[in-house]
């Protein structure tokens, strides 16, 4: 659950949602960053009581990037 909100967040983030949106990264550089970010969530939802999935702010700075 974690890691597709993950996947999400980031879809969101990079404008990939709507009428025209850019949709899934093509690119090998541009899906690593992606997969990677999303990774870092579910990773973040392990290591917290519940696996509760971590707020926006709880997040590194500068996060998916």
């Known amino acids: ?3 597709t ?3 999400l967040a ?3 983030e990079t404008g990939s949602f709507g009428d025209y949106g850019a949709g899934i990264p ?3 550089d541009r899906l690593r960053s992606l997969l990677e970010a999303a ?3 579910a990773a973040l939802s392990c290591s ?3 696996a509760a999935a971590p ?3 709880r ?3 500068g996060w998916p990037g």
Do not use: C, H, I
Request: aromatic share 4%; hydrophobic share 40%.
């Open 59 to 61: 997040l590194r700075p």
């Open 1 to 3: 659950d974690a890691f």
């Open 39 to 41: 990774s870092e969530v």
């Open 5 to 7: 909100a993950g996947v």
């Open 48 to 50: 917290r009581p519940g």
């Open 55 to 57: 707020s926006r702010s």
């Open 10 to 12: 980031v879809l969101l």
């Open 26 to 28: 093509r690119d090998s």
